[in-house]
């Protein structure tokens, strides 16, 4: 019988929690199906309740009262990488997700390293291991086995003591407010794919001239169309490399259109002339000049400054028991440098903001200006001292 999922929100309600993972597939798709939800709230002896949801399943089950429980704010949402989990259920249960703690990013914060798996963390900060039989299995295949059941509720049977653990562990260290802050931002993750901004990773399309690009970009809008509507990967509707080679070459006849490389005959067969057609509507459009602004050239003489910086950077991460990743990423430090190097207003980076301006932005400003300096201690550690004449010497 379908489950009673008014009962399940009743009871994420009444203790403030629930736990959440999902099966899905992307193999030959437009984008991930849905096969399974996995939800947890603890009875009333703190024991993992667990119940396995299947949207394929004939019979179905009302995921209205859970919508409504992902998106209460006074419920706390707990997830294990839950990156894509989110992006699929917003989609899916047309729902917004508040009150996100992510058990992945929060080991970051207790001094584990960044990106760790389920069953890694389990073992290391419970000490239990999983028997993980089923990972590379077909989802969306009817009946489940009970090997896929099984592995599907060990997914969450201990997420929420795991999330306790974790939160102990960053309430001791002072480092709980910023582990949930980092959290916040899978509030705003969406698999909805952006037209604009598929365009403009398009291979040396900024290169192209306005005319070109126009016709790229209407090249790209039919095929998300195109995918979307036939459920298939964009990849297999038209390559990117093709897809350029056709704006660029502007055919009108289906013998013009052959002479591209990277053209199935199956293409050519099923959607020459849609091509043809939205080459068309290309040329009719107005040109799209590349932008005009974006922003100084990286510099080869900036090496040694970014690995100065990340020497900073990993030593405060150390320190701080925080893992590198969460700090800051190359293109980071690059932004900045060639912000200090060149004058210009402090950069628009994660290093710079909040939390991570306080562990290190900060400083890592002044070492850029010269107004701090690295050295290696006895102990073969990085120091870090204040310049009193304002230059390295």
């Not at 199906?33 to 399943?57: A, M, R």
């Not at 069953?119 to 993980?132: A, M, T």
């Not at 350029?244 to 067969?269: C, D, Y």
């Not at 991460?317 to 430090?333: G, P, T």
Request: some cysteine.
């Amino acid at each position: 019988m379908p489950a009673d999922t008014a009962a399940i929100a009743a009871r994420a309600r009444q203790t403030g929690r629930l736990g959440i993972d999902t099966e899905f597939m992307g193999e030959g798709r437009y984008r991930p199906l849905l096969c399974l939800v996995q939800v947890v709230t603890l009875d009333d002896d703190g024991e993992s309740d667990i119940t396995v949801l299947d949207p394929l399943d004939g019979e179905g089950f009302d995921h209205g009262p859970l919508a409504e429980v992902l998106a209460d704010p006074a419920v706390q949402i707990v997830f294990h990488a839950g990156r894509q989990d989110v992006a699929i259920l917003r989609r899916c249960w047309d729902t917004t997700i508040t009150n996100i703690f992510d058990t992945q990013i929060a080991a970051g914060f207790a001094g584990l390293r960044a990106q760790l798996g389920y069953e890694p963390l389990l073992n290391e900060i419970l000490g239990v291991r999983l028997q993980k039989s089923a990972s590379f299995t077909k989802w969306d295949a009817r009946p489940l086995s009970d090997e896929q059941v099984a592995y599907a509720r060990e997914d969450v049977l201990h997420i929420l003591q795991l999330a306790d653990e974790l939160q102990d562990r960053l309430r001791q260290m002072g480092r709980l407010e910023w582990a949930i802050q980092e959290c916040r931002f899978l509030e705003t993750i969406s698999d909805d794919r952006d037209v604009d901004a598929l365009f403009e990773r398009l291979p040396r399309v900024a290169g192209l001239d306005p005319g070109v690009r126009a016709i790229a970009r209407e090249l790209v809008a039919w095929r998300e169309e195109t995918a979307r509507e036939t459920d298939r990967p964009v990849s297999s509707v038209l390559q990117d490399a093709a897809l350029v080679e056709i704006a660029k070459r502007k055919p009108r006849t289906m013998e013009r259109l052959t002479q591209i490389r990277g053209l199935h005959e199956g293409t050519l067969r099923r959607r020459g002339k849609a091509i043809i057609d939205a080459v068309e509507r290309g040329r009719d459009l107005p040109g799209i000049p590349s932008e005009s602004e974006r922003g100084p050239a990286p510099n080869a003489d900036d090496a040694p400054l970014i690995a100065l910086g990340e020497s900073l950077v990993r030593t405060r991460a150390m320190e701080a028991e925080v893992a590198y990743e969460l700090l800051a990423a190359r293109a980071d430090l690059q932004k900045i440098v060639v912000a200090v190097r060149d004058g210009l207003p402090e950069p628009e980076v994660r290093t710079l903001e909040g939390w991570r301006r306080e562990v290190v932005g900060a400083e890592l400003l002044a070492l850029l200006r010269g107004e701090r300096s690295l050295r290696v201690g006895p102990d073969r550690r990085i120091r870090v001292s204040q310049e009193s004449n304002g230059c390295v010497s």
